[in-house]
């Protein structure tokens, strides 16, 4: 069975930095591609930015060259740094794997989740 666990959220001021883990078990952590979603209060959960298998990355428009992805294959895991942070990044982060061309789980029927971590940026 799946599990992903993340850790390293925090609380930080504007301008910090804070570099979130996923770990991942029950899963063949290399051949999938990863993403990082956030969901900010009062929105829906939404995309933070992907890397595949090969180590391809992409970022949503807000990321601004803030934030990177990367993956360790060997530990199973995924990291989000993100640095220069600001108050709109506050909220619950979470990861996720995918196969297929889409990183939404609801596009393969899927909707499980890990717990998250909080991130809070004070002003």
């Known amino acids: 069975q799946v599990q992903l666990v993340e850790s390293g959220g925090g609380l930080v001021h504007l301008g910090g930095s804070l570099q979130l883990s996923c770990a991942a078990s029950?899963?063949?952590?290399?051949?999938?591609?990863w993403a990082w979603f956030r969901q900010t209060p009062g929105k829906e959960r939404e995309l933070v930015g992907f890397?595949?298998?090969?180590?391809?990355?992409n970022y949503a428009g807000f990321v601004m060259g803030r934030f990177t992805i990367s993956r360790d294959n060997a530990l199973k895991v995924v990291y989000l740094q993100m640095n220069n942070l600001k108050p709109d990044d506050t909220g619950v982060y979470y990861c996720?794997?995918?196969?297929?061309?889409?990183?939404?789980?609801?596009?393969?029927?899927?909707?499980?989740w890990g717990q998250g971590t909080q991130v809070t940026v004070s002003s």
């Open positions: 996720n794997y995918y196969a297929g061309r889409s990183p939404y789980p609801r596009d393969y029927s899927r909707d499980y």
């Open positions: 029950g899963i063949d952590f290399r051949i999938y591609n």
């Open positions: 890397i595949t298998s090969g180590r391809n990355t």
